[in-house]
């Protein structure tokens, strides 16, 4: 009786689903694989070895094939629970034999290429069964090869099997879907216990239900035979191994779709490409006529394909090492490239074998990594990259990654937390607490995603996500909308698989882990919403609603001169501080007031603005502000006769944008020849006019090494990024 609570799918219902997402993948993806289909507890008998008495209520519902719409539409459509009861073994038998007797006949008729066999029985082990002929079914599946996978309820080990006094199980859901309202049955426990032997003996592997979408990655063939890419390891020209690199990792990409003429999909469509002149007439020109151009200010340079062909790098194919270095000075954000590759020794060869070995276990005792210069073929664009060693129990080798050039880093610059002490005061308001760090950090261990799944065996936390383990949901979600619109062209893309949306959940001990920490930072970092103060429309008559109706205003000749004579009227806010909005103005308005204790004290504040105009920048953004400020503290203290002070705060900033990270501002005051005060423009200073040069010379940037200014389509796509 195949039965499920309401809410949850019924063992069958999941079966289908997941047989479903295996027949798309299949289909879609073009694949060779072929599939059959038994069935079992079915009202009708259909199979090679039913006798009248054996193996009734199982049906070959289809023969060994390539998976066709036929097929999905039968999977979808017309498989239903049927009345009657089988032995799910006598279904696995035969299976088995149908597979055995098809591949053999594909060999017969000359078929090749058969990489494997394998059997996936989709059950909940409810029903009943016979154990007679189990040891004849394990032989032959040993002596053909047949691979087993059992996608079912949760196999617990053997010690879990123990049943209440009552009859009932050990209180695990007998659907496998999730539902733990119902116990399992003694009959299901023995069934379990049954497959549970055949695995073990097999060797086969099992799956719940809960896990069929992760279990489709072990039922996936690789559909692109792997071609090594051979070639020698060059170590300073001296030392030569012959090694083969096979790509371990690469973008899967989904088929390209053909453009189709929508009312006949058989229809042949033809596309056709024609050129135009930018005029008027947009005269239409010859293909060959025409000539890629690359843009130079305002003007158009072309650049032929000869050109193009003639500027290729022309190197010879290697793979050669550039150097050696610390595994740990290869950060995590400089591995590019579209591919991982293994690298090993050529085939058959010992004696490169043992070199590369050699060289493995070096790097992995001395902790370091190679840096190579890979050509995969003659006149090919030279990559960089790194090999690090791999050593375990069934192989060594070396895992080859890209590196990037300069040109491939994003230097960004963005402000900091202020945890410091040392911060200036006008961010102090934004240091967090140590209870909001403290925070912070518990939520960050508590969904750590590296500590999340038990082992069934040992209970040790293991990573969920594994990438080996992980489907790419994008593609699932495809093969589904694809089926769907074959089926139905009018109607609108269905809701996503509900397999696909448990796949793509946060675990749930994850969910459970952090609700009492979101709770608590809800109330450590709460969120005001701020509605900004309309402004009065006259700023100039706020005494208006104390005084009563406004007096009808007189009209005069010149608005104008009225204006002006009330700004007039209003009097000066005397500047105290240097501020940062307008720090120049505020730095020349304090020391206008012809005091030199005012003096010393507007300079020191224009210091302190310096600095924290440039610290808190966003990458260049305020650097200008900070250069006019610099400048003009110059000039006051050239012309107040305050060189000292002047030449001794550009000594110390120099040091301090270093310290800080902030060289590139140091590069602009070098470029602008601001430098320190000299003899020659002001008597009272002790640093000759050869000093003050030499003072930049030292520090002027390397034109190589110079990060040119971005321009403004950069600043967008930064600006789009945010």
């Not at 809800?522 to 701020?530: D, M, R, S, Y």
């Amino acid at each position: 009786m195949d039965s499920a609570p309401p809410g949850c799918e019924t063992p069958l219902q999941t079966s289908l689903n997941a047989i479903s997402m295996i027949l798309q993948r299949k289909m879609f993806s073009e694949s060779k694989d072929e599939i059959a289909l038994v069935l079992f507890s079915t009202d009708n008998t259909a199979n090679d070895l039913a006798d009248g008495s054996s193996y009734e209520n199982v049906m070959l519902a289809r023969p060994l094939g390539k998976t066709d719409w036929d097929l999905l539409q039968y999977v979808k459509t017309e498989i239903a629970a049927g009345s009657q009861s089988a032995d799910f073994i006598d279904a696995f038998i035969v299976a088995v034999d149908h597979l055995v007797k098809a591949t053999k006949l594909c060999l017969f008729r000359g078929k090749r290429g058969i990489s494997g066999k394998r059997l996936i029985l989709f059950s909940n082990l409810a029903g009943e069964f016979g154990d007679d002929k189990i040891d004849e079914v394990i032989a032959g599946m040993k002596a053909e090869n047949v691979e087993l996978s059992v996608i079912g309820p949760d196999l617990p080990d053997a010690d879990d099997d123990d049943i209440d006094e009552d009859g009932g199980g050990g209180g695990e859901p007998s659907n496998g879907t999730g539902d733990h309202s119902k116990s399992k049955t003694p009959q299901q426990i023995a069934g379990e216990r049954m497959i549970r032997h055949i695995l073990k003996q097999v060797e086969g592997d099992s799956y719940s239900f809960s896990e069929a979408l992760p279990a489709l990655s072990f039922f996936q063939t690789r559909q692109v035979k792997q071609t090594a890419w051979k070639c020698q390891l060059d170590i300073a020209g001296q030392l030569k191994i012959p090694v083969c690199a096979y790509t371990k990792v690469t973008e899967a990409k989904v088929k390209s779709m053909k453009d189709v003429y929508a009312k006949d999909a058989d229809a042949e469509i033809q596309k056709e490409r024609t050129f135009h002149l930018n005029d008027e007439a947009e005269t239409e020109v010859e293909a060959d006529d025409t000539v890629q151009g690359h843009r130079y200010g305002s003007t158009l340079v072309p650049f032929s394909k000869e050109d193009a062909e003639n500027m290729k790098y022309t190197a010879e194919k290697c793979l050669s090492v550039l150097g050696f270095t610390k595994s740990s000075q290869i950060r995590r954000h400089h591995f590019i490239g579209t591919n991982v590759m293994v690298v090993c020794a050529d085939k058959g060869d010992e004696v490169a074998g043992v070199a590369l070995s050699a060289l493995i276990h070096a790097l992995y005792e001395t902790s370091f990594t190679a840096i190579v210069r890979r050509v995969y073929a003659n006149r090919s664009a030279p990559k960089l990259g790194f090999l690090t060693p791999q050593i375990k129990p069934t192989r060594e080798c070396l895992i080859y990654s890209e590196l990037p050039f300069m040109e491939d880093v994003r230097q960004f610059t963005f402000g900091s937390l202020p945890i410091s002490d040392d911060i200036p005061d006008a961010v102090k308001k934004h240091q967090p607490s140590d209870n909001q760090l403290s925070a912070m950090d518990k939520l960050i261990d508590e969904m750590d995603l590296t500590q999340v799944v038990a082992d069934e065996d040992d209970g040790e936390k293991t990573e969920a996500f594994k990438p080996k383990l992980t489907f790419n949901p994008y593609i699932q979600r495809l093969y589904q909308c694809l089926q769907h619109r074959v089926e139905n062209p009018d109607d609108p893309l269905p809701e996503l698989n509900p397999l696909v949306a448990n796949y793509l959940k946060r675990p749930q001990e994850v969910t459970t882990n952090c609700e009492r920490t979101i709770d608590e930072m809800k109330t450590l970092f709460p969120l005001e919403v701020i509605v900004q103060k309309k402004q009065d429309e006259n700023v100039f008559q706020n005494d208006q609603m104390d005084n009563g109706p406004t007096a009808k205003k007189p009209k005069l000749d010149n608005d104008a001169d009225v204006i002006a004579g009330s700004m007039a009227d209003i009097p000066k806010m005397k500047i105290t501080e240097v501020g940062t909005v307008t720090p120049v103005q505020d730095f020349l308005n304090l020391i206008g007031q012809k005091d030199q204790d005012n003096f010393t004290e507007a300079c020191k504040m224009m210091q302190k603005q310096i600095i924290q105009i440039v610290l808190s920048s966003f990458g260049s953004q305020s650097y200008q502000k900070a250069f006019d400020c610099v400048r003009a503290l110059r000039e006051q203290c050239a012309k107040n006769s305050e060189v000292d002070f002047f030449n001794r705060f550009l000594r110390e900033m120099k040091d301090t944008m270093a310290d800080k990270n902030r060289k590139d501002f140091w590069d602009k005051i070098v470029s602008d020849k601001l430098t320190l005060i000299s003899h020659s423009e002001c008597a009272e200073s002790n640093v000759s006019e050869t000093d003050a040069v030499n003072f930049l010379k030292a520090d002027v940037a390397k034109p190589e090494l110079t990060e040119p200014e971005p321009s403004a389509d950069d600043a967008d796509d930064l600006l789009d990024m945010m």
